[in-house]
Nanobody, 122 residues
Framework: QVQLVESGGGLVQPGGSLRLSCAASGNFFRINDMGWYRQVPGKGRELVVSITGGGATNYVDSLKGRFTISRDNAKNTVYLQMNSLKPEDTAVYYC????????????????WGQGTQVTVSS
């Protein structure tokens, strides 16, 4: 059992910044990858960035330099710092975590947060 709760979304002007947080709670053995997807109306959910348990990151090239992911394993929390926001960044942002319930299981199941709205508009 795991619950992911996002926070930090909101309305900002172009060029502004937001910091999203996603905290995992519940019963699980460990969390492997964590990350963020986003979705806009009429399009599928797309990966923004992921981070492994060891801290290796995988960014969408177009977002490098503006978005930064980090995690605090002790707090089971992943963050997304978003700078220089553009209107095209407007989307619902979803946190995910690959949750493992047994020591010798390398791949777990994906758990998703409820999403947090990010709106970039003047």
């Amino acid at each position: 059992q795991v619950q992911l709760v996002e926070s930090g979304g909101g309305l900002v002007q172009p060029g502004g910044s937001l910091r999203l947080s996603c905290a995992a709670s519940g019963n699980f053995f460990r969390i492997n990858d964590m990350g963020w997807y986003r979705q806009v109306p009429g399009k599928g959910r797309e990966l923004v960035v992921s981070i492994t348990g060891g801290g290796a990151t995988n960014y969408v090239d177009s977002l490098k330099g503006r978005f930064t992911i980090s995690r605090d394993n002790a707090k089971n929390t992943v963050y997304l710092q978003m700078n220089s926001l553009k209107p095209e960044d407007t989307a619902v942002y979803y946190c995910y975590a690959e949750v493992v319930n047994a020591r010798f299981t390398s791949r777990g199941y994906d758990s998703w947060g409820q999403g947090t709205q990010v709106t970039v508009s003047s």
